[in-house]
């Protein structure tokens, strides 16, 4: 087998030109240095490829076969390596991003933008998922980053960055006016019809254990898979929604929606990037990282 990948590529540039000296030219390289390693490739195959002719040089049979095999395969590379260096420019590329509806609505939207206008050429795929899938996709390498909310649990193998502070509310609509500019307890909840997300988000999970510990027994009405969801129910006077503010902020500044006030504060989470900690972005995704000053 031949392992010197420079003699190869010497026949493929003799045999495509017809000619050393052209050969030498598009190598950057002198004659004798082209010469040789012809005479090297034909020493380890045991047979002449090249012979010399009136105008150049001719290939001999075997030449010729070997070269209807060289030519197909050093073109694929060359197309590879020219797809490489286009990916490093960004003028080719795909990033793969997992992110749920809240991290994706209320952090990376705005980014994804910015980014799209300045390279429209990258293919970007985002995975809608909850905090544990994100992070398993994550570990599994079928995204390059995700976009996940706290509360969640990570080992060394993942690195992980706060970019944005998130708070939790509990809105109704004209059904539970009389909940409104009330100081309630936390235990209160366990009289009303409540509408969560589905127990297995981080935002669904986290509530719940929350509640309990605050004396509330947490047995929810609807459990919705979305927060979109959650206010539309709740705007429907259907139960007591539970949803990040920014999600019901719209509706609670018309008066369509009230916020109900409790007499301890829910604690403050966070919207985190992470990524692999032991592997390097792409460049795309290196470049989204830059527009987010990470």
């Known amino acids: 087998m031949i392992s010197n990948f420079e003699y190869v590529k010497a026949f493929y540039y003799v045999a495509k030109t017809g000619s050393v000296t052209k050969a030498a ?86 980014y994804l933008e910015k980014f799209h206008e300045l390279y429209p050429q990258i293919k970007v795929v985002v995975t809608n998922a909850p905090t544990p899938e ?48 009330r100081t309630l307890d936390f235990a209160d909840l366990s009289d009303m019809p409540l509408i969560f997300l589905e127990g297995h988000t981080s935002t669904g999970n986290y509530m719940r254990d929350f509640l309990q510990r605050n004396g509330c027994d947490v047995r929810p009405e609807f459990e919705l898979a979305t927060s979109d969801m959650i206010v539309q129910f709740a705007l429907r006077s259907l139960g007591v929604g539970c949803v990040m503010r920014d999600f019901a902020k719209g509706y609670i500044d018309s008066g369509q929606l009230f916020e109900l006030r409790f007499n301890k504060m829910i604690p403050k989470r966070n919207i985190c990037v992470v990524k692999a900690a032991r592997q390097e972005l792409p460049a795309a995704a290196a470049k989204i990282f830059e527009i987010m000053n990470i």
């Open 25 to 110: 030219g598009e190598l950057s390289i002198s004659q004798p240095a082209v010469s040789q390693a012809i005479k090297q490739l034909e020493s380890g195959l045991g047979v002449r490829l090249i012979q010399r002719a009136s105008r150049g040089i001719k290939l001999t049979r075997e030449g010729s076969e070997l070269f209807s095999y060289v030519e197909k395969g050093y073109e694929e590379m060359e197309k590879g390596f020219e797809r490489v260096q286009k990916m490093q420019s960004l003028e080719l590329g795909e990033i793969r991003i997992g992110a749920s509806d809240m991290t994706l609505q209320f952090y990376l939207l705005p």
């Open 134 to 181: 994100t992070l398993d996709y994550l570990r599994k390498g079928r995204i390059d980053f995700g976009i996940i909310s706290s509360p969640f649990q990570c080992g060394d193998d993942i690195k992980s960055v706060s970019v944005k502070e998130i708070e939790d509310v509990f809105v109704a609509g004209r059904r539970f006016i009389s909940y409104k500019n």
